[in-house]
């Protein structure tokens, strides 16, 4: 069965660094998703993305998140400057057709800032 | 409260009896799905149903979707060990860039 991958399963980074989180949706799928959970708390959406553009963010993703596909298989989410309270898992899926049928989810990274 | 509440937060239950969790929220949807997310791991999805369905089935899951209500329930029947995880339900509108999450239920299945 298809799968989303997501690479690394676990970062440590120091307060203030970049991260990129990378994340291989599957082939055909067409929009891609960002969503993030924070230990024992709720899944929380981040940014959707469709025909190389955004197409929703919430009010997390702000000026310090960015989105990227650089190529036709990758979709990457970058925190500029990370914060302690950045960490948390984050997940990254991929849908065929936005909700229409649900999404696949990758298992995730877990970001952790010191 | 947000969209796609669950109640309740946590149920343990033994091995063998059925385990009931309910979502409400709050606006039209266009579909509601449950998922499962096993301590620390990816979010694995169940089963989606419709606005226009009221009741799906998939092997030991059921679910209804009340949408005069706007709530819905998932029935885990003759639970096992492996079943306990976390349950969320997910909302998401037609034409929407999203779906939303509820808060979930921790199941525990005891053995």
């Known amino acids: 069965e298809p799968e989303v991958t997501q690479t690394p399963s676990h970062q440590v980074t120091q307060m203030g660094q970049e991260v990129i989180l990378r994340c291989v949706p599957i082939s055909n799928h067409l929009y891609f998703y960002w969503y993030r959970q924070i230990l024992g708390q709720k899944v929380e959406f981040l940014v959707s993305?469709?025909?190389?553009?955004?197409?929703?963010k919430s009010e997390i993703f702000d000026d310090q998140f960015s989105v990227e596909r650089p190529d036709g298989s990758n979709f990457t989410l970058k925190i500029r400057s990370t914060k302690l309270e950045d960490s948390a898992m984050y997940f990254c899926?991929?849908?065929?057709?936005?909700?229409?049928?649900?999404?696949?989810f990758g298992s995730g990274t877990r970001l952790t800032v010191v | 409260s947000q969209q796609g509440e669950e109640d309740p937060q946590a149920l343990s239950i033994q091995e063998g009896e059925n385990a009931t969790m309910n979502c409400s929220y709050k606006?039209?949807?266009?579909?509601l799905q449950w998922y499962r997310q096993n301590s620390g791991r990816g979010l694995v999805h169940l089963i989606l149903i419709r606005s226009n369905e009221r009741e799906k089935h998939s092997g030991r899951l059921r679910v209804t979707l009340d949408t005069s209500k706007k709530s819905s329930s998932l029935l885990i029947t003759a639970s096992r060990a492996a079943d306990t995880a976390s349950y969320f339900c997910a909302t998401w509108a037609t034409g929407g860039f999203k779906t939303i999450f509820g808060a979930g239920t921790r199941l525990f299945v005891k053995a």
């Open positions: 899926a991929s849908s065929e057709a936005g909700g229409y049928y649900g999404y696949t």
């Open positions: 993305f469709y025909n190389n553009e955004i197409s929703e």
């Open positions: 606006t039209s949807i266009n579909n």
